[in-house]
């Protein structure tokens, strides 16, 4: 069974709503390729409404699996307990405030025909590069702001909730500057397909050594990139400009700091960890942006497969990440 994943995705990305198409290497238009959403969203919401058994039974019916998931992400219990669940669903959304960020997540979404088709050629891109990858069924929810995308077995559900846009009022009360920025339709796409790659390719290294985690997140990116690859890369970093910039000029500088300060082998818990925060990294040099681990590991990632040039799926399938490194020749 597909480990679940309840993810509250860092790398949520800034960009405008029309650079967030993704491209199949065969030319095919998005539109080719759609998915279908299913709105389990609306539905809920209606019950909310209604308050109907008999809806009650339907919504059962037709979202088994992602019920049970919806139960043990959000409140930590088993799917099956149905009464249970549904009422702590209802009783959960009929707060008022969160009830609110509700009917505002479902008028804001209440056409999905473009998103359908972004996230079907998305999906379909990597299904290219990896053939025995299954597209999942796809779901909308509301989480209340606690998760942004959710993966188990042939399933993936998106908290519409966590994107309506940096200008949400709401969001001021629980978001920094940098995460608002995150919070835009337009990051939609990137989301789920990194969150589907993580769950089908789960890190199965030392997550104390910072090696292993920078190859790691550098083989997510390298991948996700190349399906969308006219998303700038400081997009995908969520970075602005700016940090991007600071990330390409001191590109020498970093590395050189990782080397000596013995950071890149020594299996340390809590060095390595700093690397993949999304705080600005202070410890390694004023002005320095987070997630400098995912950001460098990109890079090797990157020049490893110029260099070899394997397949997408040997390059997930490479746990020797001392091997990658040295056949990147990386050398800033």
Not at 1 to 12: E, N, Q
């Amino acid at each position: 069974m597909k480990f679940l994943r309840t993810a509250l995705f860092a790398l949520l990305l800034a960009m405008s709503a029309a650079q967030t198409g993704c491209n199949l290497p065969d030319g095919r238009n998005t539109a080719d390729v759609p998915i279908r959403i299913r709105r389990f969203d609306r539905d809920v919401y209606r019950l909310l409404q209604a308050d109907s058994p008999a809806m009650q039974q339907q919504i059962a019916a037709d979202y088994a699996p992602l019920l049970e998931v919806i139960g043990k992400s959000l409140f930590r219990m088993d799917g099956t307990q149905r009464p249970a669940l549904f009422e702590r669903l209802l009783n959960y959304y009929a707060e008022p405030t969160l009830n609110r960020l509700y009917r505002d997540a479902l008028e804001q979404y209440e056409n999905v025909e473009t998103l359908e088709n972004e996230l079907g050629n998305g999906f379909r891109h990597l299904q290219s590069q990896f053939p025995a990858m299954q597209i999942p069924a796809v779901y909308l929810h509301v989480s209340g702001l606690q998760q942004n995308v959710i993966v188990a077995d042939s399933l993936l559900s998106l908290s519409i909730d966590k994107y309506l846009g940096a200008d949400y009022p709401l969001y001021r009360d629980f978001f920094h500057a940098g995460q608002l920025r995150r919070m835009e339709r337009a990051c939609i796409v990137p989301d789920c397909l990194t969150a589907w790659l993580l769950s089908e390719y789960p890190f199965s290294g030392d997550g104390r050594i910072l090696l292993e985690r920078m190859i790691y997140e550098g083989k997510i990116k390298y991948i996700l990139h190349r399906a969308c690859p006219q998303l700038a890369p400081e997009i995908w970093m969520g970075y602005t400009p700016a940090e991007y910039r600071w990330c390409r000029q001191n590109e020498k500088m970093l590395w050189r700091l990782m080397i000596e300060r013995k950071h890149l082998y020594t299996p340390d818990a809590a060095t390595t960890a700093r690397y993949f925060s999304a705080v600005p990294s202070t410890f390694i040099a004023d002005g320095a942006p987070g997630n400098l681990g995912v950001w460098i590991g990109w890079q090797i990632v990157t020049e490893y497969m110029n260099k070899t040039h394997v397949s997408p799926e040997n390059l997930m399938n490479d746990g020797d990440c001392r091997e990658i490194l040295r056949k990147s020749k990386y050398k800033p």
